[in-house]
């Protein structure tokens, strides 16, 4: 019998127990493993990688889009009877749409889902849509914390009571059709000697090994594992995770099997019993309150025996109390220190002004929580980890102050011990190959985590035996520590720089713009070891051999990169020394065609080889032509037309942007006054302003100038601008866009949803419309949760007093969702691609 004093306490930590998982969300149980097929895969192939990978649903991909879904649940609908049914791709035996729920969702809320929707498997999602697991029925089982549930629930309450067993010489056929129609996902098999089990496991296996029509007596597993119907659902949840399995069957008190359980029963009804059973702990609770005399004791007893030193004080900081604890780690007793202040066991260590914050957060936050350094009665100097927390009564009045502290010099020590440890070269104060491997790791499992690049540079520098040789160690030690600085001076203050030994470094970057990214850092300590270095009045020239790995691509752990990083930097001396080289050679033929591409892009300006294309901005209502987008080309003498996604991002890096945005606005311009000239429509010009281009100093005279030398009516022209150019400098892009505004010009925020959409901050730009991005109007006629962001996009912009632009419009079905929710404006395929200047009118 449970001792009833101890009852309040059990369901005290049953309801925080159930808070808790309740709060349990998909994302911290899901696991990123997702079993994918291709479309023309054969359900014999599909079925034996599921069965080797031991889940229950397989993906049906193409390319990045999710097709369907085929599970242990489909494998029913094979027909046995046909052998040439296995081969049959999985495209016309899959389910489709997949369901998605967001990884965010509790385990709580999915439990209901899974009930509602009568489904078993969901694929799970991130907030930017990327499929990331996929969850099961059993996964919620396992994971949802409901052992306080179990433990109380036998067997006998959830027996259907409506098993059928099947005979054993019934053939296969007859087993999945009733599995199927019976909504159930296992069968008995009923033998002379006793009970099998046929389930879709077992069915899915079968149709693995291209398993035809046969009696289910030869293909069914025996014997049928059984429960006694008094069992604890508990106990039957533990039996079934520990012998991988998924159903039991239960057996009267006569030893009569009565019934087929497995996790969907389990499951079933969860939620209403929480509630019943959180009610039940509420009111218990309620009911304990009447033992507060009792629980003072226990608390008393607990503050007696603490090992942490606590003290309280009245309202005015005078000690009213300590414990034994206190006494041992301060040496004073409870006679000496009552009635005084807790200042005495100041130390001098921190100064009033630390203090003085120190109440602050009291007195503002009613905790405070911090080291300080206190004094002992023998005159001894030690630190504690200190918390201090006001206490008031139930009108709010403060009463006491408690102070719980603890000695950590132990900790301290430890603390300096680790700092003494030797993490760093003594000659040139970089860190050594103990601290390079830590940093190492850090970076490449946050690299994993974010989907990142990681460089790893292997530095040798070229013939440095022969200065030592020569001029002595001495001379090579004061080069080190010179060489060391100017690699240090080159590289961000997040990138390491490390010293393997000898003339050796290796670097680490990371968050940079691919290889091009390391390949131009490469090439700056390079240019930076080549001037001369000046050692006990000599001027010594040194040159340094770079080789370059980079994460993912050419390794997935430390020791690996810098293996290829060293195989680079050989292959770089092999090449004639003072050079750098990719460890792959594909990957360094791809950086020196973007420095080739860099060099040409300096010359396409003054050769005319950069050209406008126009696209068309349509109306929604009358569907007529409201404004040209410019958008920039390159024809590249030998390459012909050139991405712009290649030559961009180059311009920005390079500066070239500042001239060549000039030369699109002026080009545009002109272009329009050619169209007015010809007596077109006054159509609006729309022309993309680049981040660097926007915070070039010179940025608004420049738009100044050509709107007074093309004539272009400045209420014909918009600027298109990010939101990621405009949360650079909050504060200094609005005074630019205000000085624009001034000038008469409209102004657009482009690729609206992608950056930080932030609605405090779109309020106070002076912008005049929002163009909707196309990755919210690519699925927006098939996807509601697209249409349901595009219509909030629509519906805050309207509210704003904006206008809004769908971009991307590729099919009709698209401009009639976007036109449903009230957009103004659409752009994209349907109605033109991009088109030359002269071919725009018609």
């Known amino acids: 019998m449970r001792d009833p004093d101890s009852l309040p306490v059990q369901l005290e930590s049953a309801l925080s127990s159930k808070a808790g998982n309740a709060e349990l969300t998909l994302g911290e149980i899901v696991r990123p493993d997702i079993l994918e097929c291709p479309p023309g895969v054969s359900l014999r192939e599909a079925a034996r990688r599921m069965n080797e990978a031991r889940v229950s649903s397989i993906l049906v991909v193409a390319g990045d889009e999710v097709l369907g879904i085929w599970t242990e649940r489909d494998a029913l609908r094979v027909d046995f009877t046909d052998a040439s049914a296995f081969d049959r791709p999985i495209s016309r035996a899959m389910s489709a749409p997949v369901r998605t729920v967001p990884r965010s969702i509790t ?31 059993t996964d919620v089982v396992m994971n949802q914390g409901i052992e306080h549930y179990l433990k109380l629930r036998k067997v006998d309450s959830v027996i259907k009571g409506s098993m059928q ?94 019934d087929l359980i497995n996790f969907s029963d389990i ?52 000690i009213i109390s300590v414990n034994p604890a206190f006494t041992h780690l301060t040496g004073y007793t409870a006679e000496e220190v009552i009635g005084r202040n807790p200042a005495m066991l100041s130390s001098g260590r921190q100064n009033a002004a630390f203090y003085e914050r120190m109440w602050a957060s009291i007195h503002a936050h009613g905790s405070w929580q911090g080291e300080v350094w206190n004094r002992r009665k023998n005159g001894e100097i030690f630190p504690e980890f200190l918390t201090i927390n006001a206490i008031t009564d139930h009108d709010g009045r403060l009463t006491n102050y408690a102070a719980l502290f603890s000695d950590i010099s132990q900790v301290k020590e430890s603390e300096q011990r680790i700092r003494d440890l030797a993490y760093y070269d003594p000659l040139t104060g970089l860190p050594n190959r103990r601290l390079l491997d830590d940093r190492l790791q850090v970076e490449l499992a946050h690299a994993s985590r974010q989907h990142g690049r990681v460089a790893v540079m292997f530095v040798d520098l070229d013939r440095f035996k022969r200065i030592n040789d020569s001029l002595g160690h001495e001379v090579g030690d004061q080069l080190l520590v010179e060489v060391a600085r100017r690699l240090r001076s080159c590289l961000r203050e997040d990138d390491t720089v490390a010293r393997m030994g000898g003339d050796e470094f290796v670097v680490v970057m990371s968050d940079f713009d691919g290889p091009d990214g390391a390949v131009h850092a490469a090439g700056r300590m390079a240019d930076a070891l080549r001037d001369p270095i000046a050692v006990d009045g000599r001027e010594l020239v040194v040159t340094c051999s770079i080789g370059i790995s980079l994460y993912p691509d050419d390794g997935a752990d430390s020791s690996t990169l810098i293996k290829n990083a060293d195989v680079a930097m050989y292959r770089a001396k092999d090449e004639g020394r003072n050079a750098f080289q990719l460890y792959q ?102 022309v993309n302003i680049s981040a660097r281009q926007f915070r070039d100093h010179g940025f608004v005279d420049m738009v100044r100038r050509v709107l007074r030398e093309t004539g272009m009516p400045p209420h014909l022209l918009t600027l298109e601008l990010t939101e990621s150019i405009l949360m650079d400098d909050t504060r200094q892009g609005i005074a630019l866009l205000e000085e624009l505004r001034l000038l008469g010009l409209r102004v657009a925020l482009d690729d609206f949803g992608t950056g930080y959409s932030s609605l405090g901050y779109l309020k106070r730009f002076p912008i005049d419309e929002l163009k909707i991005d196309r990755l919210f109007v690519r699925d927006i006629d098939r996807n509601p949760r697209d249409a349901a962001l595009a219509a909030a996009i629509i519906s805050i912009g309207h509210s704003l007093g904006l206008c809004v632009v769908g971009e991307g419009v590729e099919t009709a079905a698209q401009l009639d969702t976007l036109a449903s929710h009230g957009c103004d404006f659409v752009q994209g395929f349907h109605f033109s691609p991009p088109v030359a200047a002269e071919a725009f009118p018609d």
């Open 267 to 318: 499951l079933t009804g969860m939620e209403l019993v929480y509630v019943h059973e959180l009610q039940s702990a509420l009111a218990e609770r309620d009911r304990a309150l009447s033992t507060s005399q009792r629980n003072l004791y226990l608390a008393e007893k607990v503050i007696e025996n603490s090992l942490e030193g606590i003290l309280i004080t009245d309202d005015q900081a005078r």
């Open 585 to 686: 050679p594909a990957m360094n033929a791809r950086s020196l065609e973007h420095l080739a591409l860099e060099a040409a892009l300096h010359r396409a300006l003054p050769a005319d080889e950069l050209l406008l294309y126009y696209q068309p901005i349509i109306s929604v209502e009358g569907r007529r032509i409201v404004a040209a987008e410019a958008l920039l080309r390159w024809r590249h003498p030998d390459l012909g037309l050139v991405s712009p996604a290649e030559f961009i991002p180059i311009a920005e890096e390079t500066g070239l942007i500042v001239p060549i945005g000039e030369w699109v606005l002026r080009t545009a311009c002109t272009q329009h006054a050619a169209w007015r000239a010809a007596g077109r429509l006054p159509i609006r010009m729309m």
């Open 107 to 137: 385990l709580q809320e999915l439990a209901v889902r899974f009930r509602e929707d009568h489904l078993r498997h969901y694929l799970v999602a991130d907030d930017g849509g990327r499929r990331c697991g996929i969850v099961s029925q």
């Open 165 to 258: 067993p099947l005979s054993e010489s019934a053939p296969l056929s007859e087993a999945t059709r009733r599995m199927r129609e019976g909504g159930v996902d296992a069968v008995v098999v009923a033998y002379a000697d006793g009970y099998g089990i046929l389930t879709e496991r077992d069915v899915t296996r079968l149709v693995a090994a291209g398993t035809t029509d046969r009696a289910v007596g030869g293909l069914a597993s025996r014997p049928l594992v059984t429960v006694d119907a008094r069992t604890s659902l508990y106990r039957v949840r533990s039996l079934l995770a520990e012998r991988r399995m998924r159903h039991v069957g239960v057996v009267d008190e006569n030893g009569a099997l009565v």
